[in-house]
């Protein structure tokens, strides 16, 4: 079983979720937790099985699907995928065990299933139309999710994600197809598989063109500074799991797409556009955090301040070094825990005052001092307070970009001060002075159920924050490998000094670059 | 006194009619059975029909593996042309027949379907339409396009309702003019070359270096507009979604499937000699055609309140993004087509079919027409499974992977990218974008908005009957698992395609 492990583990959760279509409602919620149960320990036994020491794929699969025309289901995880698979196996867990009362809770749960086939899928993926299937049919369940149990503009909020979602992917589609044709006339065969891309070597003309049709298909999805606008939509009016699944896992896909396609595909483009797209992020950065500032909802902040953070993860991604990489796929894992847990954290003020809005509240701190603790060391985690998890992601990115650009790296830097700010800001509003309404005096305290989500979130926060290593040194064995294959790859001579040679003397098969065309 | 002609029985290679007569025959003693005992029940009409359309099958399947072995067969004075491209729309044209005939089998009780001439007329047509498909005889073209088409009006037209009548005239009123134009067209290309068979006329043409480039012209015009008409190109739709509301939902359709591939098998018979010979004009109109079609008719739909108008509008769209292929003439292009139309037919009759059974026979006070977005609304909760059979069909129409039409896309898009046309695979993407706005909108309706006070579940399937719900199953088998057969029908297509010369 171990060797169709990723294969059982982007199917379980979808078998699962056409028998629960016959399981009684009152039961549904203790089936879906045990489903989800046995897929974080079947995630766990990957991690297990796991050798760390390999930079390159493992427990890969083959199955062809359309040979002749080159689509075949390959699976395979590396170290930066690991652990977002593992991160999405336990988000899907803890959403579902603190699935607060949910009318329809039998289709939501079904809903969650299905969608959580499509999130490991699509990180488990190694075959570009295969990503793709996955990478689209992910917009199914969210958009039931935000459309059904959402707020008051969900159907406005719930269409706009998706098509603004799918618009870009099909641009990228016509990349992928592009990307495919070019193989053909290199090699005289058809091929989706990412492995078999890597070794070819595109003139850079090519590649600055196929990357900015992979950049639209990405950066909507993460979403980058001009594409954000369907976030704050999709966030203030999805559901608290809608939301959580959402800043966890969804967005990091397109960080991980980033990662997986466009760095090592583009070498040389993504030198090129290394600088416009460090703007952007930094733009994000700051102009989400001084919008983040202004807003009076809870829940947006959050939101806002999630883009924000997914800002300092594409600078890392775009630093090109080994620090940077590694530090942006360790600060996915972060953000993944830390906004999903201020996204809980939300829902559960939500859910006892069916308000967001920060003037509702007011000395929180007297009537909920569990809640308000664990929402602290949130706070403090997502402003990066060394110790906390995002701190290491957050350090490690900028010292990576430093390499590039002081002076961007500096902005950056400033950027997160703001977010300190606005987060202290708000918590002080929600937490500290007296309490002013009266609906708030008799608040009850989280509840157990809320805690066994929250509290395994809070020992991950700071036991990663302290002791990173056993993520940190997967994740950074891979990194060197898709580094060393960009430096070996790269044509321009730019890009051979930003994109430094990790290990001396290792050569890397390659097809000839002249015939590509 | 004329010479006795002299030709032997075996030259004719009378074989290549098989498949033709075979639904002719049915149709003639469907018309025998009803002289001698009339008011038989439908279902016997039904089996007759399917009996024929099953025994047309292997005739195909017969001639299919002749012509994997020894080629293109030409028979009947070399009138009659086998190739690949006429197995593989006749397949598409009879498949999609037997999926269409069970559909008569309503709860409710129809006026056409209680006439045997209804079925008779039926068997006419598709006999028709593999006429029209095997041959490149200008002649023996337009005598299978009429056939087909004079018995479509007609069966429109047993409807029997107002809109039926008007959409019956209309078709028939535009279906002349196409008929005219077409004539007029061969007749410029027979004048300029003194032959109608399209081989021919590629060979003179070729062999004089289009001196004539303006009759050329001209003939290709007359052409496109007939063409046009037929497979309901931008701006020769208009009789489209008029047609498309007046006739039963199964009827529409079966209308947007089977005389469509039958006009793209001419079309691509005769215009792809023409583009690749460097009638640059052409490819430039082809090329607006395309885009203007999927781009106008795309934005049409989106403003439709009716979900049958809607379906129609699609249909044009991709009806437009079809012909694309045409334009490309790759290869690859052209297996695109079949691939693509194959599963089209699977998705778009499926959902056709979803409206045609929630058909009511007498629409309640306060609608103006039957397939309003308004009826479907919380479809979820009052009629679950329908619901969700109708959002696959939408997401497929949509081209979400991993549902049928999301392979055709993909093969579509990406014989434009290896063809060269790099700006239309982009538009093509973007168009599917855009589409996904108007299916979007029923998922919409069905699963996220409250039902309409007073509809209980059974009007979304007041009409299914067993062999409704068995059609509709099949559509959504196809739709869901398309993944498992693309391969063989991909590499079936391409090696006849390829040896057929396109």
Redesign the interface.
């Known amino acids: 079983m171990i060797d169709h492990i990723l294969s059982v583990l982007i199917f379980f959760p979808a078998v699962a979720a056409v028998f629960g279509f016959i399981i009684h409602k009152d039961s549904m919620r203790a089936y879906g937790v045990a489903v989800s149960v046995i897929e974080f320990a079947l995630a766990l036994w990957l991690w297990f099985a796991f050798d760390s020491n390999v930079s390159g794929m493992q427990f890969m699969e083959l199955i062809?699907?359309?040979?002749?025309?080159g689509i075949n289901y390959i699976l395979g995880v590396d170290g930066i995928s690991l652990f977002i698979i593992i991160l999405a196996a336990f988000f899907t867990l803890i959403g579902i065990a603190s699935l607060t009362d949910t009318k329809n809770v039998k289709n939501m749960i079904i809903t969650l299933l299905f969608l959580q086939m499509t999130m490991v899928g699509v990180f488990a993926a190694l075959d570009a139309?295969i990503f793709?299937?996955f990478w689209?049919?992910s917009?199914?369940p969210m958009?039931?999710i935000i459309?059904?149990w959402g707020g008051p503009l969900?159907?406005y909020a719930?269409?706009k994600f998706?098509?603004y979602t799918?618009?870009g992917s099909?641009?990228m589609?016509?990349g992928m197809?592009?990307m495919?044709?070019f193989y053909?006339q290199a090699t005289g065969v058809w091929s989706f598989a990412i492995l078999d891309w890597y070794r070819l070597i595109l003139p850079e003309s090519f590649q600055l063109w196929l990357f900015a049709a992979f950049f639209i298909g990405f950066a909507i999805k993460v979403p980058m500074f001009p594409f954000h606008t369907w976030l704050p939509y999709a966030h203030g009016q999805a559901p608290t799991i809608g939301s959580v699944i959402l800043a966890a896992i969804l967005l990091k896909m397109g960080t991980y797409a980033f990662i997986r396609f466009s760095l090592p595909l583009f070498p040389d483009a993504s030198v090129f556009y290394m600088y416009p797209i460090a703007i952007l992020a930094i733009i994000m950065i700051i102009y989400t955090a001084m919008v983040a500032y202004a807003q009076e909802d809870v829940k947006q902040v959050v939101a806002y301040s999630s883009v924000s953070h997914m800002g300092v993860i594409i600078l890392g991604t775009f630093a090109l070094n080994v620090e940077g990489i590694s530090g942006s796929i360790f600060l996915m894992i972060a953000h993944g825990v830390v906004s999903g847990a201020l996204f809980l954290l939300v829902g559960v003020i939500y859910d006892r005052r069916h308000t967001k809005m920060m003037d509702q509240f007011g000395g929180l701190a007297h009537v909920m001092p569990r809640y308000a603790t664990i929402f602290g060391i949130m706070l403090m985690a997502s402003v990066g307070m060394p110790l906390t998890i995002n701190f290491v992601g957050e350090f490690l990115s900028l010292l990576g970009f430093y390499q590039q650009s002081h002076t961007l790296t500096l902005l950056a830097g400033v950027a997160i001060i703001v977010g300190a700010i606005y987060m202290l800001a708000a918590y002080k509003k929600m937490f500290f002075g007296e309490i002013t309404k009266d609906e708030n005096r008799n608040l009850k305290d989280v509840n157990k159920r809320e805690l066994l989500a929250l509290i395994p979130l809070s020992i991950i926060t700071i036991w990663l924050g302290v002791y990173p290593k056993p993520v940190l040194g997967p994740i950074n064995n891979s990194v060197e490998s898709i580094v060393q294959l960009m430096h070996d790859k790269a044509t321009s001579v730019e890009a051979k000094i930003r994109i430094p040679n990790v290990i001396e003397g290792i050569v890397i098969t390659r097809t000839p670059a002249g015939e590509a065309h | 006194m004329l010479a006795p002609v002299n030709v032997s029985l075996e030259s004719l290679n009378l074989m290549t009619l098989a498949p033709m007569l075979i639904p002719i025959v049915g149709a003639l003693l469907i018309l025998v059975i009803d002289l001698f005992k009339s008011n038989l029940d439908k279902t016997l009409y039904v089996g007759v029909s399917l009996l024929f359309l099953f025994m047309d099958f292997f005739a195909l399947y017969d001639a299919s593996t002749i012509f994997a072995q020894d080629g293109t067969m030409l028979g009947v004075f070399n009138v009659m042309l086998i190739d690949g491209l006429a197995l593989l729309s006749q397949f598409i044209i009879v498949i999609a027949s037997m999926l269409f005939i069970p559909l008569a089998l309503t709860h409710k009780r129809f006026h056409e379907f209680s006439y045997p001439e209804f079925f008779a007329l039926f068997l006419f047509m598709i006999g028709g339409f593999q006429f029209m498909v095997a041959s490149d005889n200008l002649i023996l073209i337009f005598v299978g396009l009429e056939t087909a088409s004079l018995a479509l009006y007609t069966m429109i037209a047993m409807h029997n309702r107002d809109k039926s009548f008007e959409a019956a005239v209309k078709y028939f009123t535009m279906g002349a003019l196409a008929a005219g134009f077409f004539s007029f067209g061969a007749m410029v290309f027979y004048a300029l070359t003194g032959s109608i068979e399209i081989n021919q006329i590629a060979a003179v043409l070729a062999g004089n270096g289009y001196a004539d480039i303006g009759y050329v012209l001209v003939g290709v015009v007359f052409m496109l507009a007939s063409f046009g008409f037929k497979l309901s190109i931008v701006p020769f739709h208009t009789w489209a979604p008029d047609v498309y509301e007046g006739s039963s939902a199964a009827m529409a359709g079966y209308m947007s499937i089977v005389p469509k591939i039958a006009a793209f098998v001419v079309a691509m018979r005769l215009f792809e000699f023409l583009i690749h010979s460097g009638v640059i004009w052409l490819e430039v109109v082809l090329y607006a055609f395309v885009v203007i079609t999927m781009t106008a008719a795309n934005l049409w739909a989106l403003v439709q309140t009716d979900v049958k108008r809607m379906l129609a509008y699609s249909s044009i769209s991709h009806a437009g993004f079809v012909m694309a292929a045409i334009l490309i003439g790759t290869t690859q292009a052209n297996s695109a087509l079949f691939l693509y139309w194959i599963l089209f037919s699977f998705t778009n009759l499926g959902s056709f079919s979803m409206l045609w059974i929630s058909r009511q026979k007498h629409l309640p006070d306060g609608q103006s027409s039957d397939h309003s977005y308004d009826k479907f609304a919380g479809m979820i909760k009052t009629s679950p499974m329908a619901a969700v059979v109708m959002a696959l069909f939408m997401?497929s129409l949509?081209g979400?992977?991993?549902f049928a039409l999301?392979?055709g896309k993909?093969?579509m898009?990406?014989s434009a990218?290896?063809g060269g046309y790099?700006v239309l695979?982009?538009i093509m993407?973007?168009n599917?974008?855009i589409a996904?706005?108007y299916y979007?909108?029923l998922?919409?309706y069905m699963?996220?908005?409250e039902p309409v006070v007073g509809v209980n579940g059974e009007v979304y399937v007041s009409n299914a009957t067993n062999a409704l719900k068995t059609i509709i199953g099949i559509a959504a088998v196809g739709t869901v698992f398309a993944?498992i057969a693309?391969?063989p029908l991909?590499?079936f297509i391409?090696a006849f395609v390829y040896n057929s010369g396109y």
Do not use: D, H, Q
Request: cysteine-free; charged content about 5%.
């Open positions: 062809p699907v359309v040979p002749s025309f139309i793709y299937v689209e049919l917009l199914v958009l039931y459309g059904a969900r159907i719930s269409v998706f098509l799918f618009a099909l641009v589609l016509v197809l592009f495919a044709y053909y | 997401l949509a979400l992977p991993p999301f392979w993909l093969y898009i990406s990218v290896t790099t695979a982009l993407a973007l599917s974008a996904g706005y979007l909108k998922i919409v699963f996220m908005k993944i693309v391969n991909l590499e391409t």
